[in-house]
């Protein structure tokens, strides 16, 4: 149950914005996210391209780079959306991988081993990488031994952003003494977001082409609003008064909050939202959220990015 701690009631105009769940379809098109089911053979940047094509918009983004062989979820992120990308890298993962040992293994001797990966790993990101090649602490919060057959292992992994499963797959062989390799990998969600809610490229084609036909919209079903985000970060309620002005590129002060989260800590990556819910910015919280709900002078935010366009609603100042 989220809590928060309201300066003031917030209570929004109804001349000015849309609530998330109200927007038009080409509304969502520029604001709007897709848990897309990535298939084998393309890398995440082509279909990231190809469903900026299907939906004739001008920028589309990913977050969280599957390898061209790897399948599974994969978030895409349509227009000015690209600009929640902050709230969505640290989600942890969670896959389903099918590994071959180099020799066959009791059960027993592979679940032991699995139980030495499970909670902190060293890890240094193999040579194709993009990133530096350092050696890095990743977290395994589950890695379960689900079925067998012969040398093929199907496993369960649940783990922090950023881990390499290949490699965790070739350590894994290195300590079970014969060896092993990852044969296939699915990803099966990201965060809160599973393949249960991910749509594949073909449905989002169709329904595209049958909206533009004006026979359904069921094309609404596969783009969630960017305000979705907010359901899995810290959030501070803006006043109408203040939206402009950061809107403009002021950082919010603590008088233009209206309601803060609690648990709120100096340095948090926050959605800033609007009384009707609308993304406003993405934020960095500069004080806590017993800071923020007693100030009335200073920075409660800086801003990490806009989202809402200017003129949205109007300036709060004269």
Known sequence: MREFTFKE???????????????PIEELKKRGLIILDKPKGPTSHQVAGWVKDILEVKKAGHTGTLDPKVTGVLIVALEKSTKVVPLLKDLKKEYVALMVTHDEVEDGA??????????????????????????RTRYIDEIDLKE?????????IKCEAGTYVRKLIHDIGTDLGCGAHMKELRRTSVGPFGE??????QDIKDDYVFFQKGKNEDIRKDILPMETVADISKCIIIKDTAIEAVCSGANLGAGGVAAVEENIEEGDTISLLSGKGE????????MNSKDISKSKKGVAASLINVTMDRETYPKGWK
């Open 148 to 156: 067998t057959e012969g040398r093929k292992v199907l496993i369960k």
């Open 196 to 201: 249960d809610r991910s749509v594949k490229l």
């Open 279 to 286: 993304m406003v910015a993405v934020g960095e919280a500069c």
């Open 110 to 135: 592979l679940r032991k081993t699995l139980g030495k990966f499970q909670g902190d790993i060293k890890q240094t990101p193999p040579k194709r990488s993009a990133v530096k090649r350092r050696e």
């Open 9 to 23: 009631a917030v209570i929004s105009d109804p001349s000015y914005g849309s609530y998330p769940g109200l927007k």
